[in-house]
């Protein structure tokens, strides 16, 4: 191979759940137009690092390689992104990579997004549309809510707007802005609306939309431009007129 | 026959509505944060402006007497002060306890906002507790003797420490009531678009710089300092 440009990577590992972890760096060869993923995979093919020491390949997820499927969230240059858009011509070195710090690490770079999806179930995030028998056509959406869904819509669960959530803890049981957003997302569907007042309820409890602080930080990070504060304000507007309503008994 | 095994989608957990509580509470708070507590800062603020005049001790005087000629005086404060000022300071200590400030590694505006209104709920509850301690509670008794009021709060001002310390309060207490009521906006789903929330964020931020204004020119005047002319 001939003596091309390298890529220095520093990467925060733990060896599983349970290890202290501990920083390794590593050298791969530097190729026009590569990604964090394609360094990654550089590791895997030959695991050695800087010291030229035979070493463990680096664990991490990757699924969709374009942004649209939140496995490769992981910490770049201390700020959580997708590894499959950060390039690496754009990228201070040497790079450092770590896990996203508010899911348990399972192993490197790999984390447990269960309290996201715990979350997500909680306030049934979906629109029940399966029965046993064909329950017809929904009703038409609108062109307005269609153009306030889809931003919503593009949510990839990622976790970075949790990563940089001073709320998102053990201490609040915070859901986190993707899951309020999500809960206008489906609050807005035609279909979805008919269990507003249970996804209103789930959220009216403990680590519910009370938790968020509105610093601002997951509107700012969020790698798909969700307008997440916005949802979190529509969403505190329906809490609002569903507890009014409930308490008047209607 | 077949049809006990055709279930339909069970009613999925609704049996087990969570607890309202956490988000009334909250809400609670919020809102005591502006009336009764944003709207006797106010009052307040108000009141105390009653300094910048040509006799100040008279002036003074004569509204801490009218505030105690109101009736059920001592109701009013109770219900609309002393237990609103607990409950959103106590409850506010605990909400700040649970926070886990990242501002130096997500230096952002809404993020250092976010950590101010914390660390002012703090200092201020501290002052609060101290000024209404010295100026209610230990002393000359000023409802009794409200013609003294002036020279009480005079004395207390000629500490240079002391007028620094009424200065902070006067700042941070002025800084949490009015990104208190960008926060109240934001929350309650009043401003819901990006737009609303800077036009309102600027409308929050011109009233707190005013009502700071208000608050340090009366403190000042008390040590015959005038950054208002005085009529």
Do not use: I, K
């Given at each position: 191979m001939a003596e091309g440009k390298i890529v220095r990577l520093r990467i925060k590992r733990q060896s599983g759940p349970q290890a202290a972890p501990q920083w390794e760096d590593f050298n791969v060869a530097y190729r026009p137009g590569m990604n964090v993923i394609v360094a990654l995979m550089d590791i895997a093919a030959q695991p050695r690092n800087a010291e030229g020491q035979p070493t463990t390949s680096v664990s991490y997820e990757a699924n969709?390689?374009?942004?649209?499927?939140?496995?490769?969230a992981m910490v770049i240059n201390g700020r959580p992104r997708q590894a499959c858009s950060a390039l690496i011509d754009r990228l201070e070195q040497p790079i450092t990579i770590e896990p996203l710090s508010r899911f348990p690490v399972v192993r490197d770079l790999v984390v447990n997004r269960q309290r996201l999806f715990n979350d997500l179930k909680r306030v049934k995030a979906w629109i029940p549309i399966d029965g046993s028998y064909d329950l017809g056509p929904g009703p038409r959406e609108s062109a307005a809510d269609q153009e306030t869904a889809y931003p919503l819509s593009r949510c990839i669960s990622c976790g970075n707007c949790l990563e940089v959530?001073?709320?998102?803890?053990d201490k609040t049981g915070f859901v986190g802005a993707a899951v309020l957003s999500q809960v206008r997302l489906f609050n807005l569907h035609p279909t979805g609306k008919l269990h507003a007042g249970e996804r209103l309820d789930a959220l009216s409890g403990?680590?519910?939309?009370?938790?968020?602080?509105?610093?601002q930080n997951c509107v700012n990070i969020c790698p798909k431009d969700i307008p997440l504060t916005d949802s979190i304000s529509a969403v505190g507007r329906q809490l609002i007129v569903h507890a009014v309503r409930q308490a008047l008994g209607s | 026959m077949a049809t006990a095994t055709h279930e339909l989608p069970a009613p999925e957990s609704s049996s087990t509505t969570p607890s309202r509580n956490a988000f009334l509470l909250r809400r609670l708070h919020s809102l005591s944060g502006i009336i009764p507590l944003g709207a006797f800062l106010i009052e307040h603020f108000a009141s105390n402006a009653a300094v910048l005049s040509r006799h100040p001790a008279h002036a003074y005087g004569a509204q801490v007497k009218f505030l105690n000629s109101l009736p059920f005086v001592l109701a009013l404060e109770i219900a609309f002060i002393y237990i609103p000022l607990l409950f959103h300071g106590l409850y506010g200590l605990w909400i700040a306890s649970e926070s886990t400030p990242n501002a130096r590694r997500m230096p952002l505006l809404g993020n250092w906002a976010y950590l101010w209104q914390r660390i002012s709920g703090v200092i201020v509850l501290a002052f609060i507790l101290w000024h209404t301690w010295t100026a209610r509670f230990s002393g000359i008794s000023v409802p009794d003797h409200p013609e003294l009021a002036f020279a009480k709060m005079q004395a207390q001002m000629a500490h240079g420490w002391i007028l620094a310390w009424f200065l902070i309060g006067i700042t941070f207490v002025c800084y949490h009531f009015a990104y208190g009521l960008f926060l109240f906006a934001a929350k309650w789903g009043i401003t819901v678009t990006a737009r609303a929330r800077r036009r309102w964020g600027w409308a929050c931020l011109i009233f707190g710089v005013f009502l700071a204004y208000a608050g340090i020119a009366s403190a000042l005047a008390f040590r015959g300092i005038l950054i208002y002319p005085v009529r």
């Open positions: 969709c390689l374009e942004e649209v499927c939140g496995a490769c959530c001073p709320q998102y803890n403990p680590g519910g939309h009370q938790e968020c602080g509105f610093a | -």
